[in-house]
């Protein structure tokens, strides 16, 4: 009964505060576009990679003129800097805007999975939509009420429930799967958050069993072409994965676990 009735309360505070943003005007389009960038970015950078604005014309799906336009105003607000070479990066007030949304995010991700029962392969863009409405006293209600939940349902950490969010990968010493040594036993960390909104790519992972704290070893080498098949064992079972799935997993040591 208690449970229900959190869930009613955080459903319909969550409600309300979508109806407050619809009545009262344009301003929070502009937000979350701002959020969402700086989510991206931090993303790209947590797991190591290059951010340039075709990278996030690719993400997005627009164009390079929208990117453009996009990161001047993240530029003139001072969410982001650029260098001499067009690399992108997040300037203090970059990064914490992107945890806030990402605690927002992976918070509404594990209240879906764990007290709605959705599947996991189905709620990145159910949260993404969610996200930018979840205001303080929610979020808190929602910590309650899972129990401060370190990492979301794809294995990435929480901000503010890790000791360090931006160094969470590397404190605990992930790699991607395709660098692991050929019979190596590692176990899967997490879903690389870059690709959570390819929810064919996680439904593809979900349908192989193949979830965090999965038992992964590679069986054959990792593909030039990543579409190209690769094999692996998953908790014992052979399994066929593309490469490009196989690059979205991010592995730890099965000694360390």
Known sequence: MR????????????GEAREHVRVHGQGARISEVTESYCETIYNLMMEGEQVIGARLAEKFRVSAPTVTENLKRLVRD???EMDSRRAISLTSQGITMAEAVLRRHRLTERFLVD????PWHQV???AGRLEHY???????????????????PHGNPIPGEVPNARTYLTDRGAFRLPLAHLGELVTLLCVSEVVEDEEALIRYLHEREITPGTRLSLDSEI????????????????????GHAAHALWVVSASRD
């Open 124 to 126: 990145h863009d159910e």
């Open 3 to 14: 449970v229900a009735r959190a869930i009613m309360q955080v459903t319909r505070a969550i």
């Open 78 to 80: 001072g969410y982001v």
């Open 115 to 118: 007290m709605l029962g959705m």
């Open 134 to 152: 979840i205001s303080g006293a929610v979020e808190s209600r929602v910590i309650a009420t899972l129990g401060h939940p370190t990492t979301c």
């Open 223 to 242: 593909p030039e072409q990543p579409d190209d098949p690769v094999t692996v064992r998953a908790n014992g079972r052979p399994v066929v994965i593309s």
